[in-house]
């Protein structure tokens, strides 16, 4: 691949952007992102899981003298907490309260809707957690009633 084009697929991505984006496989970025004009069924924006973010946390919470920046691939959001993979490979859960900031820098998967390999995730993921309650529902007080008929 000549060096213009992957220049140019990249989008000019910060250095340490440019070095998950290869880890992850270097995905075709211009075919993912956010569409903010037009018909809205055809509109995409928001984040995602594996987005590449930088975010700025509230200074008056951390140590004196540290980077009061984060950088790296969004793993997964909660209520309370952003959980990322930073820029040295470090998992990081940072709570929502702190954050200041956050900048998309490029996504890394289709839309959520879109994206049949997170659908399947998903999917599985429920049916998962729906046969972990069946089980705790049948421990609880020592109760078996997996044999009644309803």
């Known amino acids: ?13 910060p250095e340490w952007a440019t070095r998950i ?8 970025l211009s075919e993912l992102k956010d569409i903010f004009l037009g018909p809205l069924v055809g509109r995409k924006s928001g984040l995602r899981k594996d987005d590449l973010v930088e975010i700025l946390l509230d200074s008056r919470a951390l140590p004196d003298n540290s980077d ?8 997964g959001t909660s209520r309370n907490v952003i959980e ?17 900031q956050l900048r998309l820098i490029t996504h890394l998967r289709k ?14 993921e429920i049916r998962r957690r729906s046969n972990l309650h069946e089980e705790a529902e049948r421990q609880v ?4 009633d997996n044999h009644v008929w309803d």
Not at 2 to 13: F, P, Q, R, V
Not at 21 to 28: S, V
Not at 68 to 75: A, F, Q, S
């Open 21 to 28: 984006h290869q880890e992850y496989g270097e995905p075709k």
């Open 111 to 124: 839309p959520y809707i879109e994206d049949k390999e997170l659908l399947t995730f998903e999917k599985e």
């Open 1 to 13: 691949m000549s060096a213009e084009k992957s220049e140019a697929d990249n989008g000019d991505l």
């Open 141 to 144: 007080d020592g109760r078996d």
């Open 68 to 75: 009061p920046y984060i950088r790296g691939m969004l793993v």
């Open 84 to 100: 990322v993979w930073d820029e040295n490979g470090d998992f990081r859960s940072i709570a929502r309260d702190i954050i200041v």
